[in-house]
């Protein structure tokens, strides 16, 4: 029996545990891996307090942490989680199960890509699903952004800070944006639309060089020199767990409060995988410590900061 069961270890569920350990809670982390989408920057740069370094090891940096304040581990796949006797049920892909008291959910989310050959392998080394983590990096390079949403248009915008040459690259002629972040990527004298378009494939050596573009129509195809392809066409949360359990929005996100409770009395939940917006590894380690308060304070009967006023 565990006073809480974290289910993901990336920033958030990391950061989690070493407030509840450090509070004398008996924590268990359940996940697939230790860092989540932490490990797959190849330089954190905006990470208060750590210069830059790789993702890898600040992850392992926050594991160290909450393993010497005693949180112990478990590695699979969470498939579902039960509230009995006002008690918590994890069931876990490889048979396993464990009961809890409380429960912090923080899986997390993973970007949707094209699907293309060598595109996992170029992650780091040109292809980024972050144009807010990694766009510094390409200062006077060439970048090609794919997608047609509002993330991938605010995306334009921001590199166009920091890159010579932008392309704008979107399977449809019409934007789903607002009108006015579309208005203003449309004069933007950096940013070049390739409509009707999609990539087809990746060049690349040990670092992208280049990518084809299909037009969908025509399908005329045609090669962009580029230095980085930043895919903005979204991101898949898988909460498929806990979808019978609590209050879940349009975008698979479970919904939170400023404190980072759910729905559901004894289950919290922080970072990615939450509705609050902001997605980056800072704010994911803050949720995950304002959901251990809160575990901690539903666990105790102590008031919560919203109590207070
Ligand atoms: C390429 C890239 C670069 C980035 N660069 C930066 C940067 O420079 N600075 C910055 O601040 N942010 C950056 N980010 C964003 C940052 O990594 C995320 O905001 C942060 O990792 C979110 O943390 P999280 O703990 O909420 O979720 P995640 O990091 O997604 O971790 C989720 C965890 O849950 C586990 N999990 C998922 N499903 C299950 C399940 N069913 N059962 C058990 N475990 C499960 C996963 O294995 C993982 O351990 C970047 C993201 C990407 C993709």
């Known amino acids: 029996m565990y006073d809480t069961i974290i ?3 990336g920033p958030a569920g990391l950061s989690a545990a070493i407030y509840t350990c450090r509070k004398k809670l008996k924590t268990l982390l359940i996940s697939v891996d230790v860092g989540g989408q932490g490990n797959l920057t190849a330089h954190i740069e905006n990470y208060p307090g750590a210069l830059p370094q790789s993702g890898v090891e600040l992850m392992d940096k926050f594991r160290q942490q909450a393993e ?3 949180a112990e581990f478990s590695f699979g796949k969470v498939k579902e ?3 009995e006797n006002n008690l918590f049920n994890v069931l876990v892909a490889n048979g396993e199960n464990y009961v809890a008291k409380t429960i912090i959910l923080t899986y997390g989310k993973v970007a949707r890509t094209l699907g293309l050959d060598n595109e996992e392998a170029l992650f780091g080394r040109g292809v980024s699903t972050c144009a807010t983590c990694d766009g510094p990096l390409y200062k006077d390079k060439i970048v090609a952004i794919v997608g047609g949403g509002n993330s991938a248009l605010d995306a334009a915008e921001e590199l166009s800070a920091y890159a010579k040459k932008v392309y704008l690259v979107h399977r449809r002629k019409e934007f789903r944006a607002d009108e006015i972040t579309i208005d203003k990527v449309k004069v933007n004298p950096k940013v070049e639309l390739i409509l009707d378009s999609i990539p087809v494939k990746i060049i690349a050596d040990k670092f992208v060089t280049g990518t084809i573009i299909e ?3 025509t399908k005329e195809k045609k090669e962009l020199p580029i230095d980085g392809l930043f895919l903005e066409i979204g991101y898949i949360v898988d909460s498929s767990m806990v979808k019978n359990l609590v209050k879940i929005n349009e975008y ?3 919904v939170t ?3 980072c409770r759910t729905s559901v009395p004894g289950v919290f939940a922080a970072g990615d995988m939450t ?6 590894a800072i704010i994911a380690a803050g949720e995950g410590a304002k959901a251990a308060l809160s575990a901690y304070s539903y666990l105790t009967g102590n008031k919560t900061s919203t109590d207070w006023h």
């Open 7 to 9: 289910i993901g270890a």
């Open 81 to 83: 989680i039960k509230k």
């Open 215 to 217: 037009n969908v129509l």
């Open 68 to 70: 010497s304040f005693g």
């Open 257 to 259: 409060d400023a404190i």
């Open 275 to 280: 509705s609050m917006p902001y997605k980056q």
């Open 252 to 254: 698979n996100e479970v």
